[in-house]
């Protein structure tokens, strides 16, 4: 039986974009019950709790900090390595193992300096030498890539990730039902991340000065300093009752404003697959995205775009593209969801496996 090791440490912090990546393709993974009578599948974590969703079908290592070091690498012999992001550092003993990279971005040259960039340059320039194969996130990432790095004659692939709410729209929950006290009433605007530079989330505070009937929400993790950068611009515009920060939200939550905002925003700078999108997208929502990095690949041609950041004329794009959804509602509403669910973990999952497959039987 052939054995493969997923290292996925990341899984152990589940708030994390890395972790539910991990998880879902585990999950999916799992389910390939033909491919798994003949490969053992190993995955890199220590939470019980993740253990329990995952069944008895995924093995796993416990996942120890101190692998990251060269000296105490994990020397156990595999027939196959899946590095399942480009920032992880942990790495196989032997060097001879078949090694397979799944890379994400590589926001990190355009946003690190210093020595913190030579270190991450080194340490992707090991990934990539040692790889038997590259697997790329988004024909962005590919391309990204391409333009920092020389890529030796090995095979690569595009595989998308999965959109995690496919099955959520057809749920017995309330379109007018909260599970919390949202703090708005009135018609808003929804737009969700980590709350740093590259989000880009202060076009829109500066653009619902523009729209003055509307409000907006913003959730992502706020300990960040670019947060009080986005409070002091919302008390500078005399903004604070109709922007609303509201810091980490769960899944329901999550779904709770997906399906009563008026439209989804995302004017980020640079997204190696941008999920969000997708998940408004579930809920037949508009989506108004920045005209870069993978956006236009993942929003498709029905999405609105921005290219610029001018706040009035993000407002007129959003008033025009409003008026376009609302005159055209049921056609841009069925294309949304159709389009939202040819992304799954499943076809993930299967194209993944024909890598491995590939990777094996080669090596």
Not at 127 to 138: D, F, G, M, P, W
Not at 148 to 171: A, C, L, Q
Not at 304 to 332: C, L, Q, R, S, V
Request: aromatic fraction near 14%; hydrophobic fraction near 35%; glycine fraction near 4%.
């Amino acid at each position: 039986m052939k054995k493969i090791f997923l290292e996925t440490h990341n899984i152990n912090n589940l708030k994390s974009g890395f972790g539910q990546f991990n998880l879902n393709l585990v999950k999916a993974l799992a389910e390939e019950t033909d491919f798994l009578k003949d490969h053992k599948i190993i995955c890199n974590y220590n939470k019980n709790k993740v253990k329990k969703e995952l069944g008895d079908s995924i093995f796993y290592k416990k996942y120890r900090q101190i692998t990251r070091y060269p000296l105490f690498r994990v020397k156990t012999k595999f027939d196959l390595w899946h590095s399942v992001n480009q920032n992880t550092k942990i790495e196989p003993f032997l060097k001879s193992t078949p090694y397979l990279l799944t890379i994400h971005d590589v926001n990190f040259m355009e946003e690190d300096s210093g020595e913190r960039l030579d270190f991450r340059i080194k340490q992707f320039k090991g990934k990539i030498a040692r790889s038997n194969a590259i697997v790329y996130i988004s024909e962005f990432a590919k391309r990204s890539t391409h333009q920092h790095f020389k890529i030796p004659n090995i095979p690569e692939y595009v595989i998308y990730n999965g959109n995690t709410f496919n099955n959520v729209n057809n749920s017995n929950k309330d379109l007018k039902t909260s599970p919390f006290s949202p703090p708005s009433n009135k018609p808003f605007i929804f737009s969700i991340g980590q709350m740093v530079e590259k989000k880009n989330f202060h076009t829109l505070i500066e653009m619902v000065k523009f729209l003055p009937d509307l409000n907006l929400i913003l959730a992502g993790d706020i300990r960040t300093e670019y947060t009080e950068r986005l409070k002091k611009i919302i008390i500078d515009e005399k903004l604070s009752n109709r922007v609303h920060i509201v810091g980490r939200i769960n899944d329901d939550e999550k779904i709770y404003y997906y399906k009563n905002c008026l439209a989804f925003t995302f004017p980020s700078l640079r997204e190696g697959f941008g999920l969000p999108v997708l998940e408004a997208m579930t809920f037949g929502k508009p989506v108004f995205l920045a005209n870069k990095s993978s956006l236009p690949e993942i929003g498709g041609k029905h999405s609105f775009y921005w290219d610029h950041f001018d706040p009035e004329y993000m407002a007129d794009i959003f008033t025009k593209g409003m008026h376009d959804f609302n005159t055209n509602e049921n056609f841009y509403i069925n294309e949304y969801i159709k389009h939202s669910k040819k992304f799954t973990w499943e076809n993930a999952a299967k194209q993944y496996i024909e890598v491995y497959k590939s990777i094996l039987e080669n090596a």
